[in-house]
């Protein structure tokens, strides 16, 4: 287990384990908004304990407490990058598992947190929603191993790629309908000491079921999404990789509320808000 790591666990009270994906109690973080300053918390039950700063750094408990439900709940990192799989589920669409992970970018600006309204460019006419796992990097992974990539894993958190089907068809990248403003809700929570490789992923579209399938039947793991990656990028702490959607997607209309909900994380929620073209 890296020193990093080991430091972390000591700080907040954490057992010491090789592989913090597969920990025995897992810990719930937030990244909050409370009269507009930024800070980081542990979650348990209702209430927020804030940290001296970010569960990536040395965190200590302030002492100081708050309701989840008197906060606004942010992307959960401040991510520097944002990496996306697709083809990774068969149900969806099937990738070869012996070649690469496709890959494909988001930007950090296409991110937003729990409960946010998404507005929608009034020129966008077919988009989706895409209910994920999200892999948190934990620390600088450069060339790492497949074996060893579980290490730089920190946790998870729910996700919705956001995509605009005409766009995607169209544009030279997917850069436009995959990373416009708002294309990218994550949260509410980052939990730590879950199995990413075992996790039911389940999207609702009001209130109904329309994906749910699980972690299991990912076509490229983490580990070897993360391997791949540091190969050609150096992956930071907070940044985050979306892992592929499963089963079918549909078009969304003003007013439609996404959930995607994995189990041990929560339920991320937001608002399809599409303006009158113009």
């Given at each position: 287990m890296p020193f990093q790591r080991l430091v972390l666990a000591a700080a907040v009270g954490l057992p010491l384990l090789a592989a913090p994906a597969l920990a025995a109690d897992p810990v719930k973080y937030a990244r909050y908004s409370d009269g507009g300053a930024t800070a980081y918390g542990i979650v348990e039950g209702?209430?927020?304990?804030?940290?001296?700063?970010?569960?990536?750094?040395?965190?200590?408990?302030?002492g100081q407490r708050i309701s989840v439900d008197d906060v606004d709940l942010l992307p959960p990192t401040d991510a520097s990058k944002v990496f996306a799989v697709g083809m990774n589920f068969a149900s969806h669409f099937a990738s070869a598992p012996d070649a690469p992970p496709p890959l494909f970018l988001k930007l950090p600006t296409s991110l937003t947190g729990h409960q946010a309204d998404i507005m929608v460019p009034p020129d966008a006419q077919n988009l989706h929603f895409e209910g994920e796992l999200v892999i948190v990097i934990g620390e600088r992974a450069k060339e790492v191993s497949v074996d060893d990539a579980s290490h730089y894993i920190f946790g998870v958190t729910a996700g919705n790629d956001?995509?605009?089907?005409?766009?995607?068809?169209?544009?030279?990248?997917?850069?436009?309908?995959?990373?416009?403003?708002?294309?990218?809700?994550?949260?509410?929570y980052l939990v730590t000491g879950l199995d990413p490789n075992n996790l039911l992923l389940t999207t609702r579209l009001n209130d109904e079921i329309v994906q749910q399938e699980s972690t299991a039947n990912m076509i490229h793991s983490p580990a070897r999404v993360v391997s791949y990656l540091s190969h050609y990028f150096t992956l930071e702490p907070g940044d985050l990789i979306f892992m592929g959607?499963?089963?079918?997607?549909?078009?969304?209309?003003?007013?439609?509320?996404?959930?995607?909900?994995?189990?041990?994380?929560?339920?991320?929620?937001?608002?399809?808000?599409?303006?009158?073209?113009?």
């Open positions: 209702d209430v927020i304990h804030k940290l001296s700063g970010s569960p990536f750094e040395e965190p200590e408990r302030t956001l995509t605009e089907r005409s766009w995607q068809g169209r544009d030279l990248q997917w850069m436009r309908a995959k990373a416009s403003d708002g294309f990218g809700p994550v949260g509410p959607t499963p089963g079918r997607t549909r078009a969304l209309a003003d007013g439609d509320v996404v959930t995607v909900t994995v189990d041990g994380v929560g339920t991320l929620s937001n608002r399809i808000r599409w303006p009158e073209a113009q």
